[in-house]
Nanobody
Framework: VQLQAFGGGLVQAGGSLRLSCAASGRAFSTYNMGWFRQAPGKEREGVAAISWSGSITYYADSVKGRFTISRDNTKNTVYLQMNSLKPEDTAVYYC????????????????????WGQGTQVTVSS
């Protein structure tokens, strides 16, 4: 599957952005999906993940209550709604797909994911 993330941009603190990740291929609905981010000088970190059906979601503690992950399998797209953005949310955001089971102890591990999009920059100004 090929993934393309878009929707990033420059926003003031407290603002909102919605990222989208469009997938090609007919098997999108069988993949568990994740959003990751990487700030300069930092390791890539898991932000949120969603199961293939959309019934299970996970979030990093740093974004709980502010970010929402969702998917539309009819459109082969996964979304990340980001509200109440903070300067520390500034990073390149990546979407990723995995075939392995989505579980709480590993959803945030980048090596668990098989396919990656190219990333979209999110910059939050203070």
């Amino acid at each position: 599957v090929q993934l393309q993330a878009f929707g990033g941009g420059l926003v003031q603190a407290g603002g909102s952005l919605r990222l989208s990740c469009a997938a090609s291929g007919r098997a999108f609905s069988t993949y568990n999906m994740g959003w990751f981010r990487q700030a300069p000088g930092k390791e890539r970190e898991g932000v949120a993940a969603i199961s293939w059906s959309g019934s299970i979601t996970y979030y990093a503690d740093s974004v709980k209550g502010r970010f929402t992950i969702s998917r539309d399998n009819t459109k082969n797209t996964v979304y990340l709604q980001m509200n109440s953005l903070k300067p520390e949310d500034t990073a390149v955001y990546y979407c990723a797909a995995k075939t392995r089971v989505l579980i709480g102890s590993s959803w945030y591990s980048a090596h668990e994911y098989d396919y990656w999009g190219q990333g979209t920059q999110v910059t939050v100004s203070s």
